[in-house]
């Protein structure tokens, strides 16, 4: 709370790569981890354009059973080669408190998944069990206070590195995949110390939308971004129509720098 907490909190993401302070935080990579030399190549292509960190599911939360469902522990083996290649710290999805041991090992930064908000076991597990910044997607439906309140689990177990995400939320819209809740990012910058990053490619579930719904999110004070990156959004197992190529991301990298001073 900024009653007890005035200044903005600045939280290092792996290897000084800070979210909250001055410059803008970009993580980008692809949806999920499909093979080494798609992750490989995902990740020295998003370095080179400036983000600061890499994203890439393992643990993949699908609507349908018969969908990818990542490739689970292999998928932060390859991760962790990404790393090696590139440096980037990696950021990737937990799923269930059964894996709160292996992630503190080797992963820089936790993502809980918006559908994992309210996974109170798992929210009391990693403020307790882990020391690595957590990522905490904004719930489908979930309300502001619903979102901090959970913030506070993590926290109130002894994790203060706790980064906000909005996602974009549910709403009577089907046009875009979510509603992008700018106002959110707003109301949690004035409540909340907290760094706040936006996902403009979950929220509008559309490529050609990602770069505006950026820049808006960062005149709106977002102290980053999390974009999906692919080098073949047409193949991909898992969100490829809200993907950027490469090249795309590269273009948005460069819209962003002239708007806010990027990692
Ligand atoms: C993701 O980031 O890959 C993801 C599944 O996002 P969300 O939890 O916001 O739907
Ligand atoms: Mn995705």
């Known amino acids: 709370n900024r009653k007890f907490h005035p200044d903005d909190s600045v939280i290092d993401l792996g290897g000084g790569a800070l979210i909250g302070g001055k410059k803008l935080a970009v993580i980008a990579g692809p949806c999920s981890v499909e093979s080494e030399a798609q992750i490989t190549a995902v990740a020295q292509a998003v370095r080179e354009s400036g983000a600061c960190a890499l994203r890439g599911g393992a643990f993949k939360p699908r609507t349908s059973p018969y969908s990818f469902q990542g490739l689970e522990c292999e998928g932060l083996n390859l991760l962790q080669k990404a790393k090696e290649a590139t440096g980037l710290p990696i950021v990737t999805e937990i799923m269930g408190t059964e894996y709160v041991e292996l992630f503190e090992e080797c992963v820089d930064v936790i993502q809980v998944g918006a559908r994992n908000m309210q996974n109170f076991d798992l929210l009391k597990k990693l403020g307790k069990r882990t020391t690595k910044p957590i990522l905490l997607k904004r719930g489908l439906s979930a309300t502001i206070e619903e979102w901090l309140m959970s913030a506070e689990y993590i926290m109130a177990g002894g994790n203060q590195k706790v980064i906000l995400c909005e996602r974009g939320i549910r709403t009577f819209e089907t046009f875009t995949r979510n509603t992008l809740d700018l106002s959110a990012v707003l109301a949690v910058k004035s409540l909340s110390h907290l760094p706040v990053v936006v996902d403009p490619s979950h929220a509008c579930g559309k490529a050609w939308m990602v770069e505006r719904m950026a820049m808006a999110a960062v005149a709106t004070g977002a102290d980053g971004l999390i974009i999906e990156v ?11 129509a809200q993907s950027l190529t490469p090249d795309q991301f590269t273009d948005v990298m460069g819209k962003l720098a ?3 001073p990027c990692v």
Do not use: F
């Open 230 to 240: 692919h080098n073949d959004p047409k193949n991909a197992l898992c969100d490829g």
């Open 258 to 260: 002239a708007v806010a």
